[in-house]
């Protein structure tokens, strides 16, 4: 099992920065992708950002440039920095890894979610 926490939302002005980070722990053979997802009120959930065990990363187009998703491979993190932040970032944002045990079967995790609110 893999227990996932999240940290770093909050409210922030239009324009302002924020930086989530999210921990993985517990049983982990290997980490293939880690990325963040976001959740708006009566949307569906959507893809931020992933990086993969190589370090190639993919963003939404709706955050490429603004957005940068790292993962510290020695502590299983992957935080996120949230650069020029505009209103239609607001949504609980979700951290998720996959995993891989011994045998090759994956595993999808899922965080807690943290909201992030940003004001105009």
């Known amino acids: 099992q893999v227990h996932l926490v999240e940290s770093g939302g909050g409210l922030v002005q239009a324009g302002g920065s924020l930086r989530l980070s999210c921990a993985a722990s517990?049983?982990?053979?290997?980490?293939?992708?880690m990325g963040w997802y976001r959740q708006a009120p009566g949307k569906q959930r959507e893809l931020v950002a992933v990086i993969n065990s190589g370090g190639s990363t993919n963003y939404a187009d709706s955050v490429e440039g603004r957005f940068t998703i790292s993962r510290d491979n020695a502590k299983n993190t992957v935080p996120l920095q949230m650069n020029s932040l505009k209103p239609e970032d607001t949504a609980v944002y979700y951290c998720n890894v996959q995993t891989q045990d011994g045998l090759g079967y994956q595993y999808n995790y899922w965080g807690q979610g943290t909201q992030v609110t940003v004001s105009s």
């Open positions: 517990g049983s982990i053979r290997r980490i293939n992708a």
